[in-house]
């Protein structure tokens, strides 16, 4: 895979969350995966569990209820017992990390998330596949454990600082052995250091890229003060899409995969 830096100077890079959901299409399928790569999208993200026999499979823990309508919880429960489950609308099974990766392997960046509590049997997975390079880890900068653990297991594997308002993650890592490509920001104002021409352009002098999430789980808790998904769909992409592309922000995690790709390429803002 191409350096993520790089790669970001040509056009934005656009990240569908779980995938692609719509209709029965949902996330952290192997068809919403596809979805999303149909679209246009560059990255996939997808959230990872761990079975009570240490198998790693493609859920996002706590949605049990919501995607498949039962009160369980996957990380407590054997693998035949997992793979017997099916999404509550669709149908379909809950794809194991082994499958998605091979999968996807080369075609394109897979951002895991929800990882960390069973990093060192992902980062095996990732390692048996060969797909180190186009995988994109991502850990909050004030968790050191989180730091520790990629340093020791997955110091070669692209790595993500997740930063609110203000990033120190440069600072972090400078003085240890991870390959730290860049940061995830929140904020829930424009005016905090991790919306500054200062901080964008130090971020790319250094060929670091930044990536913002224009998705909303609820309206508690903005992510990018309020330049989202619901602006952009609802309101003013100029507003929305626009303005986190204005600032020079490289990767934007959307819910909206294609209408975000041709709002950028019709206002063009998309090619750089």
């Not at 596949?129 to 070669?156: C, F, R, S, W």
Request: aromatic share 10%; proline share 3%.
């Amino acid at each position: 895979m191409e350096n993520l830096f790089d790669y970001s100077r040509k056009n934005m890079l656009i990240t569908a969350h779980g995938g692609y959901n719509n209709g029965i299409i949902t996330f952290n399928s192997m068809m919403g995966f596809e979805t999303a790569l149909k679209a246009g999208a560059q990255i996939i993200e997808l959230d990872v569990a761990k079975s009570a026999e240490g198998k790693l499979y493609v859920f996002h823990p706590g949605t049990e209820k919501k995607m498949l309508g039962k009160d369980c919880d996957v990380r407590k429960m054997t693998n035949s017992e997992i793979e017997g489950l099916r999404n509550a609308a669709s149908g379909l099974p809950i794809p194991s990390l082994d499958d998605v990766f091979e999968a996807f392997k080369g075609r394109c960046y897979i951002n895991t998330d929800k990882a960390y509590s069973c990093f060192p049997e992902l980062v095996s997975t990732i390692r048996r596949h060969g797909i180190e390079e186009q995988i994109i880890l991502k850990g909050e900068v004030k968790n050191i454990e989180v730091y520790d653990m990629t340093e020791e297991l997955a110091p070669d594997i692209p790595f993500l600082a997740v930063s609110y308002e203000v990033d120190t993650a440069m600072d972090v890592c400078k003085n240890r052995n991870i390959n730290y490509v860049g940061s995830e920001v929140v904020f829930a104002n424009e005016d905090v250091p991790v919306t500054s021409e200062e901080y964008i352009e130090s971020m790319h002098k250094n060929r670091k890229v930044i990536w913002v999430n224009s998705l909303l789980f609820n309206l508690k808790r903005p992510l990018v003060a309020g330049h989202d998904d619901n602006c952009s769909m609802l309101g003013d992409p100029d507003n929305g899409w626009g303005w986190l592309a204005d600032k020079g922000y490289d990767i934007i995690q959307t819910d909206w995969v294609s209408d975000c790709i041709n709002y950028l390429k019709s206002s063009g803002k998309y090619y750089r």
